[in-house]
């Protein structure tokens, strides 16, 4: 089992720029999550989804967008790239709402 | 919202101690978890504990949801126990995830 991938791993993006960030999960979890980190903070939730075909708004859901047309994929765009976007992105999956979740490596976006 | 507090904010031990992390938060709450993220930013669950005591080899923790507070204890510290720890709360009503900012941990040969 490969658990939680991500892709891509690094990715430098000019302001304004789009892109989206993809996220696969091979444990069949219903729930999935964008995270975004920066320096010297911890986690906060961007979007979630509680299963195929929906999403939710996190903690800071605003300048992305999200969709999960399969289960096992969890996707997060960005339309209008700015440099407060600069950040590491980690996508999770779990079999309960926030139970034991399992992280992919993480994807570092800078934006200039 | 909830507060999420860790405490301390930094720690540097001789490998083979023994240490204890403290996450303290506001209000109630419905879950609890603790995190690892090793020094090349890989993120890793180590407990699910709204209360109670569960323990994973050296590591274990304690979480006493009616004082608010959860412990983490590391005995016999390695140095791939290094690292930044993070607790995170959930509560049902707010439907929001809160992580604490965090004990980084150094081990030292």
């Known amino acids: 089992n490969a658990g939680v991938t991500q892709t891509p791993k690094f990715r430098v993006l000019k302001t304004g720029q789009s892109m989206t960030l993809l996220c696969a999960q091979d444990?069949?979890?219903?729930?999935m999550y964008w995270y975004r980190q920066d320096p010297g903070m911890g986690l906060r939730l961007i979007h979630y989804?509680?299963?195929?075909?929906?999403?939710a708004k996190g903690e800071v859901p605003d300048g992305y967008n999200v969709s999960r047309l399969k289960k096992q994929n969890f996707l997060l765009g960005l339309e209008s790239a700015a440099p407060s976007q600069t950040s590491v992105y980690f996508c999770a999956s779990s079999s309960g709402l926030y139970y034991e979740q399992y992280f992919g490596p993480g994807t570092r976006l800078t934006v200039t | 919202g909830i507060q999420v507090e860790q405490s301390p904010p930094d720690l540097i031990l001789q490998e083979g101690a023994n240490s204890t992390l403290r996450c303290n938060f506001s209000?109630?709450?419905?879950?609890l978890q603790w995190f690892h993220q090793n020094p090349w930013g890989q993120l890793i669950n180590l407990f699910y504990?709204?209360?109670g005591t569960k323990q994973n080899g050296r590591l274990s923790a304690t979480t006493v949801a009616t004082e608010r507070y959860s412990l983490l204890y590391i005995s016999s510290s390695q140095t791939t126990d290094s690292g930044v720890y993070f607790c995170?709360?959930?509560?049902?009503?707010?439907?929001?995830?809160?992580f604490g900012p965090g004990t980084s941990l150094s081990v030292i040969p």
């Open positions: 444990m069949n979890h219903e729930y």
């Open positions: 209000d109630s709450v419905n879950n």
């Open positions: 989804s509680v299963g195929e075909g929906t999403t």
């Open positions: 995170a709360v959930y509560k049902t009503s707010y439907d929001k995830v809160i």
């Open positions: 504990i709204p209360s």
